[in-house]
T-cell receptor, first 116, second 114 residues
Framework: TQLLEQSPQFLSIQEGENLTVYCNSSSVFSSLQWYRQEPGEGPVLLVTVVTGGEVKKLKRLTFQFGDARKDSSLHITAAQPGDTGLYLCARGALRGGSSNTGKLIFGQGTTLQVKP | DAGVTQSPTHLIKTRGQQVTLRCSPKSGHDTVSWYQQALGQGPQFIFQYYEEEERQRGNFPDRFSGHQFPNYSSELNVNALLLGDSALYLC?????????????FGPGTRLLVL
């Protein structure tokens, strides 16, 4: 299966707290993307991780790709109300080893609420 | 540089009706993908168009069809609407080649079927 499982599904925290969101798969994937979606908007790409063990930082957001390329995490430091939204991980669906087809498979998302 | 645009933003239909949603891709992008997103869920891939042909399709019935025009814009058509078709319909565009998985999403069309 190519399913992506995200946890937790819901997270409600106070401003200033730290949090981690996880994205797991039973399959190895070549790359993984993280998106953030606000109500009434489409998903916005935050980062793409490609190499096993890779760590990328985007201000207070830290993204990590597992060594085995089956899992990824998103850590937010000192969360702010503006971080509120739906966080989605997604992977491409490779077809027979050829170049990526462009079809994205998404996890079910983590809804984050940061209270002021 | 305009991003991906979609119209209409909201739509209300009744069961059995037909609907057409429209998408204009980001400038320079020639591939358009459509996704259905139920409330609180991740988007589900419907199909993808490139060079005016459907290139890939997800697990959606034939009631869902599409079209891509020479200017790369695209339409999603849904016939015989069901209550379960109520969702946010997202269009995403991407360039040709290895960066095709880097997709830019529009704001979506919220469809409510009564």
């Amino acid at each position: 299966t190519q399913l992506l499982e995200q946890s937790p599904q819901f997270l409600s925290i106070q401003e200033g707290e730290n949090l981690t969101v996880y994205c797991n798969s039973s399959s190895v994937f070549s790359s993984l993307q993280w998106y953030r979606q606000e109500p009434g908007e489409g998903p916005v790409l935050l980062v793409t991780v490609v190499t096993g063990g890779e760590v990328k930082k985007l201000k207070r957001l830290t993204f990590q790709f597992g060594d085995a390329r089956k899992d990824s995490s998103l850590h937010i430091t000192a969360a702010q109300p503006g971080d509120t939204g739906l966080y989605l991980c997604a992977r491409g669906a490779l077809r027979g080893g050829s170049s990526n087809t462009g079809k994205l498979i998404f996890g079910q998302g983590t809804t984050l609420q940061v209270k002021p | 540089d305009a991003g991906v645009t979609q119209s209409p933003t909201h739509l209300i239909k009744t069961r059995g009706q037909q609907v057409t949603l429209r998408c204009s891709p980001k400038s320079g992008h020639d591939t358009v993908s459509w996704y259905q997103q139920a409330l609180g869920q991740g988007p589900q891939f419907i199909f993808q168009y490139y060079e005016e042909e459907e290139r890939q399709r997800g697990n959606f019935p034939d009631r869902f069809s599409g079209h891509q025009f020479p200017n790369y814009s695209s339409e999603l058509n849904v016939n015989a609407l069901l209550l379960g078709d109520s969702a946010l319909y997202l269009c995403a565009s991407s360039p040709t080649g290895i960066k095709r998985e880097t997709q830019y999403f529009g704001p979506g069309t919220r469809l409510l079927v009564l």
